[in-house]
């Protein structure tokens, strides 16, 4: 069985693309520190907590919805129980604690409840774990019409 998280993201961030092999990596995004991917339970929730990604301001918006297949098995993946769950609402907080936790236990993914939907979680992945090879990515662009403000998704990006 598969785990599944899905996040927003440009196509130069991609986890997986056409310049890329299978298992190398991109270079690792700088705002959440090496190796360390941010995603969501549900598409849903990656595009409630990524509106920078969907504000349509009169302009063609082209955003990439990764599905991200995370392997079962012991020791890989956790759910953080939050110490102080009123400070969960802080973002900065709830990023600190699960990447510590995530150090802390060598897991190739935390799970924690969203401030913004508590039955659902944000996922924390480390893609710098040994079990990454076997973490499977899908692409979809989707894309933002100008005129019309609603969201099109367009053929799945192939991965090699």
């Known amino acids: 069985m598969l785990?599944?998280?899905?996040?927003?993201?440009t196509e130069e961030e991609m986890l997986r693309s056409k310049i890329f092999c299978p298992h190398q990596l991109p270079p690792p995004r700088r705002s959440q520190g090496s190796g360390l991917v941010r995603a969501y339970e549900s598409p849903e929730l990656a595009a409630f907590c990524s509106p920078e990604w969907l504000a349509n301001d009169k302009r063609k918006t082209i955003v990439v919805r990764e599905t991200i297949a995370l392997p079962s098995g012991p020791g890989l993946h956790e759910t953080m129980e939050l110490e102080r769950p009123w400070l969960g609402g802080d973002e900065d907080y709830l990023?600190?604690?699960?990447?510590?936790?995530?150090?802390?236990?060598?897991?190739?993914s935390?799970?924690?409840?969203?401030?913004?939907?508590?039955?659902?979680h944000v996922v924390l992945i480390n893609m710098l774990h040994p079990a990454n090879h076997r973490v499977?990515?899908?692409s979809r662009r989707i894309t933002l019409k100008k005129s019309t403000g609603v969201l099109q998704s367009e053929d799945a990006i192939a991965e090699l």
């Open 110 to 120: 935390v799970w924690a409840p969203s401030p913004y939907a508590p039955q659902q």
């Open 95 to 108: 990023a600190e604690q699960m990447r510590n936790y995530l150090t802390l236990y060598k897991l190739l």
């Open 3 to 9: 785990l599944k998280a899905y996040r927003l993201t």
């Open 136 to 138: 499977q990515v899908s």
